[in-house]
């Protein structure tokens, strides 16, 4: 039986050879970021395969290609401002703050209070800083006007709909990039490119809904 430390090589090689993961900077960040530390106690042994986990209220961690390749299609470098909607189990919200290093901030915001409680323990489990990371608990779906402007947005929950009056666009800076699944049960991981007004489908995708005002209502 392979042992934990094989199956993460398993894993890189995998994200590598699938070219999900094209960059050294994301390739470090990952390893860095451990994502053993993000998935409960009871599913460790799935932590780096290649599949969402549950996190518990309903919610997932996504599978390390959606993240590789989400990281790789922000094009993140040190010292931007990142808004993430959506901590989740805190996994990417690290890996975000890795990127951007400490000269730079990562905002999120979480809907449900014990996954926002649950992500900050995460972040502290793996060892990784907290002293550019802010986590808030509140409805994320029209971002976070406060910590305006941002050089990028990651959405970790499909939205319903995004159009160019959407308030997440007004928060970027000029030349910034948003990221987020759009539409219903399958979506389109849509990269939006304020410099050119540029909107790309560039993978289809499965997330959780983003659920509040500009996302969907609550079932
Ligand atoms: N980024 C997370 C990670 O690395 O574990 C995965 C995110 S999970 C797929 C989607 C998250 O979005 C859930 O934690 C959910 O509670 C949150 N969410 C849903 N609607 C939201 C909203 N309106 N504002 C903020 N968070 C929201």
């Not at 890189?12 to 993000?38: I, W």
């Not at 959506?86 to 990417?92: D, E, L, R, T, V």
């Amino acid at each position: 039986m392979a042992g934990r430390e094989d199956e993460k090589e398993r894993m890189f090689r995998f994200l590598r050879d699938t070219s999900f993961l094209k960059t050294e900077k994301v390739e470090k960040a990952m390893r860095k970021v451990d994502r053993e530390f993000f998935v409960p106690e009871s599913e460790k042994g799935f932590a780096y395969y290649d599949t969402a986990i549950p996190v518990g209220y309903g919610q997932t961690i996504s599978a390390p290609t959606v993240v590789a390749f989400m990281l790789e299609a922000l094009d993140l470098r040190e010292g931007m401002r990142v808004l993430e909607v959506g901590a989740g189990s805190g996994y990417n919200c690290a890996l975000l703050s890795v990127l951007v290093g400490q000269k730079g901030r990562v905002l999120s915001v979480e809907r449900v209070p014990e996954l926002a409680k649950l992500a900050k323990a995460n972040i502290a489990s793996a060892g990784i800083s907290m002293n550019n990371i802010e986590i808030m608990v509140g409805d994320g779906s029209g971002g976070y006007p406060p910590g305006a402007p941002y050089d990028r947005i990651a959405v970790t929950a499909a939205l319903p709909s995004l159009d160019l009056g959407h308030p997440l666009i007004a928060q970027l800076k000029k030349d910034g990039k948003l990221l987020a699944p759009v539409g219903s049960y399958v979506q389109d991981l849509v990269l939006f490119e304020k410099k050119n007004g540029k909107m790309s489908r560039i993978l289809p995708v499965m997330f959780v809904p983003l659920i509040g005002k500009y996302g969907f209502r609550e079932e």
